[in-house]
């Protein structure tokens, strides 16, 4: 009789459809947790940038972190790919065996780039995100081809700001 075949199968069916829920559940955690530019955008405003300043930056935080993915962001709490900073005033708990900034939290590393910020004297208010992308550029942030490093930016600005 065909009944106990038929009775695992149906088990199996219900195992199967059971653990594709809990990964779909896992997965959907993962994106729900993974808000990490509405915190970085509310620690910006808080450390004394204005809401625009705050959308650009935030999107460049999620370029530099590859969506807030990267090690560095993951291990070190560093949202910027910030080196040694020791020439300048900083919030560095130490560095990584890359030379990476590691940082307590994400406040750190925002209050740390804050330091950098002042301390290569760039303006408070950006007229553009291209504008704020070419000052960086000028002053040795980022060492990428401009027009890549401006349109990484400006991808996770679409993204998170629905701006360009």
Same mark, same amino acid.
């Given at each position: 009789?065909?009944?106990?075949?038929?009775?695992?199968?149906?088990?199996?069916?219900?195992?199967?459809?059971?653990?594709?829920?809990?990964?779909?559940?896992?997965?959907?955690?993962?994106?729900?947790?993974?808000?990490?530019?509405?915190?970085?955008?509310?620690?910006?405003?808080?450390?004394?940038?204005?809401?625009?300043?705050?959308?650009?930056?935030?999107?460049?935080?999620?370029?530099?972190?590859?969506?807030?993915?990267?090690?560095?962001?993951?291990?070190?709490?560093?949202?910027?790919?910030?080196?040694?900073?020791?020439?300048?005033?900083?919030?560095? *708990?130490?560095? $990584?065996? =890359?030379?990476? %900034? &590691?940082?307590?939290?994400?406040?750190?590393?925002?209050?740390?780039?804050?330091?950098?910020?002042?301390?290569?004297?760039?303006?408070?208010?950006?007229?553009?995100?291209?504008?704020?992308?070419?000052?960086?550029?000028?002053?040795?942030?980022?060492? *990428?081809?401009? $027009?890549? =490093?401006?349109? %990484? &930016?400006?991808?996770?600005?679409?993204?998170?700001?629905?701006?360009?």
């Amino acid at each position: 009789m065909p009944w106990p075949g038929l009775i695992l199968l149906v088990l199996l069916g219900l195992l199967f459809t059971k653990l594709l829920k809990a990964k779909s559940r896992r997965k959907e955690k993962i994106i729900s947790d993974n808000n990490y530019q509405d915190n970085v955008y509310s620690l910006l405003i808080k450390e004394g940038f204005n809401p625009f300043m705050a959308s650009i930056i935030t999107s460049q935080a999620a370029f530099e972190t590859a969506d807030f993915t990267s090690q560095a962001f993951i291990k070190n709490n560093n949202l910027f790919g910030m080196g040694n900073a020791w020439q300048r005033p900083n919030k560095q *708990a130490g560095i $990584d065996k =890359y030379g990476l %900034g &590691v940082y307590n939290s994400i406040e750190d590393s925002i209050q740390d780039f804050r330091l950098y910020y002042m301390y290569k004297k760039l303006d408070p208010v950006y007229a553009s995100l291209d504008s704020y992308i070419e000052d960086l550029k000028e002053k040795k942030y980022f060492t *990428a081809d401009l $027009d890549q =490093y401006l349109a %990484g &930016v400006k991808v996770y600005y679409k993204k998170y700001f629905n701006g360009l």
